[in-house]
């Protein structure tokens, strides 16, 4: 069964600075589709950025990037100029064919 | 667009009574998702049609709990009777194709009392 780890419960970061959030998964696949999901207060689940594990390159949206290591099962997010609102809990999740397994979520703060 | 709608927003009910939460999925989406998250579990898939099949229900918790997709356009979760153990936020999520995105619903906040 696929598993993703987050391994840090919270983290903290200095507005306008760069912060990392790390996540693992599981898998015998080789073709699977890697997400991070931001959830703020509301609860809403919100599409944050998404990853192809064909494709080498990493994706990219505005602040938000990632580093998609294959091999070492490893996918990262990485929040540039952080800001007040980027404060979430923030969901790496794998999907194979139909379902989406989720890690635990980190939360993530942002001080003024 | 419209993305997925869920109804009610929050409910709060009494132990023993029936609950159902409605959902609309995002037109065009051929995959629908019924989710849990608690505290203690974090996010659960409970179950997912495709095509209104239901292909996975092992995320169902027990018999209490049913879920039934009419339509495409149309889905509802039941719990029947409800308990305590059983508040928790429910979302509705849907897709097109395999490893597309899953778009969630806003969620339903369940306070079974």
């Known amino acids: 069964a696929q598993t993703v780890t987050q391994s840090q419960p919270e983290m903290s970061v200095q507005e306008a600075e760069t912060v990392t959030l790390s996540c693992t998964y599981d898998t015998s696949e080789s073709d699977y589709y890697l997400f991070w999901y931001k959830q703020p207060p509301s609860r809403q689940m919100i599409l944050v950025i998404r990853q192809e594990a064909y494709k080498q390159q990493n994706a990219t949206e505005n602040r938000f990037s990632v580093n998609f290591q294959k091999a070492a099962k490893s996918f990262s997010l990485k929040i540039s100029d952080s800001q007040l609102g980027d404060a979430a809990m923030y969901f790496c999740a794998y999907r194979r064919s139909s379902k989406l397994t989720f890690g635990k979520g980190i939360t993530l703060s942002v001080r003024p | 667009d419209a993305g997925v709608i869920q109804s009610p927003r929050h409910e709060v009910t009494e132990m023993g009574q029936e609950v159902t939460l409605r959902c609309k999925p995002i037109?065009?989406?051929?995959?629908l998702f019924w989710y849990r998250q608690t505290m203690m579990r974090g996010l659960e898939l409970l179950i997912y049609f495709n095509n209104n099949v239901p292909i996975d229900d092992s995320g169902m918790p027990e018999d209490r709990f049913s879920a039934k997709m009419p339509n495409a356009s149309f889905s509802t979760l039941k719990i029947q009777p409800s308990e305590p153990r059983d508040s928790a936020v429910y979302f509705c999520?849907?897709?097109?194709?395999?490893?597309?995105?899953?778009?969630f619903g806003e969620g339903s906040w369940l306070t079974v009392v």
């Open positions: 037109s065009g989406h051929n995959s």
């Open positions: 999520a849907s897709s097109m194709g395999r490893g597309n995105t899953i778009y």
